[in-house]
């Protein structure tokens, strides 16, 4: 399938693998670009420029197809060294990087001057808007559905796909709530170059993540995510726990008291302890509405092949059913 995303970036299919925290490593990375798709590994989780460089060099050896590096800007008491984890990324020859969070102006003219291809994921149209004024490639709208951080906006995808279509001129892809070719064909009807998964990704046999968490969202439904952090206008979508409740009862009797060191035991170093030892009850870790939609655990080529048929079933023969006489 061609569209405006594979063109851009190089790939068979117009499926992204997002970056995710101790998820986006090299094994589902490169099993996702192999499949066809992009992978990407989640800089942040590397932490400093020597391990980033080693984990792309364990990808390149992995794969031959394209694959991107994610790099998220987010407030910190102590920010990641960027320049150094940046300079990685383009000596390692690296050609794509998604970008979220604050805005990557700072480092487009360094990506740029080095052939990158640059993908900012929003979370609204003026965001998205933004980022093409700058001078992103292409854009991953991030609907209201999306696990980890959806904005303040509220805005489901069903409103923000067809709205971000009326004003870019830039390729974009639909973020939030895809998991399957139904999402696929939906998400090109309003507008989209094709679609970003998280979640749904994780419960594949090659994300380096315990059982449990895959486990977890087999089990989960769609009724099964919280936001936290509202009050800290730094909401984020994640899967719900007795940590988690615990977390929402101090956030609403703390009411505009509330600060982050309030939830600091629900939240930090939550990620290695839900990933890598598999205690999903440890804390808050993102997950989006689309647990719902997640029955099974395939391989990453199994699950893209599966979504790329179901997709071309249902342009060739459901929709085609509708046509007039």
Request: hydrophobic letters at 45%; proline letters at 5%.
């Amino acid at each position: 399938m061609k569209t405006g995303i594979t063109e851009l970036l190089g790939i068979e299919h117009p499926i992204i693998q997002g970056g995710m925290h101790f998820v986006g490593l090299a094994e589902l990375a490169s099993a996702v670009s192999n499949a066809g798709g992009l992978g990407i590994i989640t800089g942040l989780t590397q932490g400093t420029p020597e391990k980033l460089a080693n984990e792309i060099a364990r990808c390149q050896e992995m794969t031959d197809k394209p694959f991107g590096v994610n790099m998220t800007f987010l407030p910190a008491l102590k920010p990641p060294d960027y320049p150094g984890l940046f300079k990685v990324i383009i000596e390692s020859g690296v050609k794509i990087v998604e970008t979220a969070g604050n805005n990557p102006a700072q480092w487009l003219p360094m990506l740029k001057e080095a052939d990158i291809k640059v993908v900012h994921k929003c979370t609204s149209v003026r965001h998205a808007l933004k980022a093409e004024r700058i001078g992103c490639d292409a854009v991953s709208v991030d609907g209201f559905e999306c696990g980890g951080h959806p904005g303040e906006d509220d805005v489901p995808n069903f409103i923000l796909l067809p709205r971000a279509a009326e004003e870019l001129s830039i390729p974009f892809v639909s973020s939030g709530g895809m998991a399957d070719g139904r999402s696929l064909v939906a998400s090109l009807a309003m507008g989209a170059a094709g679609m970003n998964m998280g979640t749904r990704f994780i419960a594949t046999q090659e994300a380096p993540v315990h059982a449990n968490v895959k486990q977890a969202l087999v089990d989960a439904s769609e009724l099964d995510t919280r936001l936290i952090m509202r009050g800290l206008r730094n909401t984020e979508r994640v899967l719900t726990n007795a940590n988690v409740e615990r977390l929402l009862e101090k956030e609403k009797s703390l009411g505009a008291d509330l600060k982050f060191e309030d939830i600091m035991p629900e939240v930090a170093g939550v990620y290695p302890r839900v990933m890598k030892e598999g205690d999903v009850e440890a804390g808050a870790w993102s997950c989006g509405m689309v647990a719902g939609l997640i029955h099974d655990v395939p391989t990453v080529k199994e699950l893209i092949d599966r979504i790329m048929s179901e997709a071309e079933a249902i342009i060739t023969q459901r929709l085609a059913e509708f046509q007039a006489a």
